[in-house]
């Protein structure tokens, strides 16, 4: 596999969609070689959450309907030759993004919150006989965990989550083959 894709999503307060961003990585590097964001019109006029993150001044920012936005992603998508999304909860992202449904999508969380993938878990975090995180396995506490850097703060706007999504697939030093337990089946 050449590329893959990260991709988050944000959701205003009636629960739909009001931004999109979307990395692209090399398949063995995880370097960065692409990005796309995207924000909802209207949707991200109903706020939400972290509607205070959009940011459309940003000059990355494409802001446009979602029939548009999500048309221009998959044909980006399909110029770099991506069939498969990474999302963290990917379950969240692919059930708001039903359109994607021809992409395999894998969650990073599958590895990032299991002791036997994450090497950074410490030895008296409190977790379940699986090996998986009781607490404390969102993309901030593992980003910290694994960089080292209590500082860190997720911002919730969605390129910059999905870049430091792919930033945690880059720490956990697993291939892309190990991801095969975190293929979200059945959808």
Same mark, same amino acid.
């Not at 931004?19 to 995880?30: C, E, N, R, Y």
């Not at 993938?117 to 009781?134: M, S």
């Given at each position: ?19 999109? =961003? ?26 939400? @959450?972290?509607?205070?993150? %959009? ?11 979602? =029939? ?22 990917? #379950? ?17 969380? +599958? %590895?990032?919150?299991? +002791? ?16 998986? %995180? ?36 880059? @720490? ?11 293929? @979200? #089946? =059945?959808?």
């Amino acid at each position: 596999m050449d590329k893959f894709a990260v991709i988050d999503t944000e959701t205003n307060w009636d629960d739909a969609v009001m931004s999109v =961003g979307v990395v692209i990585a090399d398949g063995k590097t995880f370097e960065k070689t692409d990005s796309v964001y995207y924000i909802i019109d209207p949707e991200y006029r109903v706020g939400g @959450l972290f509607a205070h993150e %959009l940011r459309p001044d940003d000059k990355r920012a494409r802001v446009t309907d979602r =029939g548009q936005a999500l048309k221009e992603i998959r044909l980006w998508l399909k110029e770099h030759g991506v069939k498969k999304l990474f999302a963290y909860n990917a #379950a969240f992202d692919k059930r708001h993004l039903p359109e994607y449904a021809q992409f395999e999508w894998y969650d990073i969380m +599958r %590895l990032a919150a299991y +002791r036997q993938y994450n090497k950074a878990i410490p030895a008296c975090a409190d977790c379940c006989r699986t090996g998986r %995180l009781k607490r404390g396995y969102g993309v901030e506490s593992v980003l910290r965990m694994l960089s080292n850097d209590m500082q860190y703060q997720e911002s919730h706007n969605a390129v910059t989550d999905a870049e430091d999504e792919l930033e945690i697939i880059r @720490l956990l030093g697993c291939g892309l083959e190990e991801y095969g337990v975190a293929l @979200l #089946a =059945g959808w």
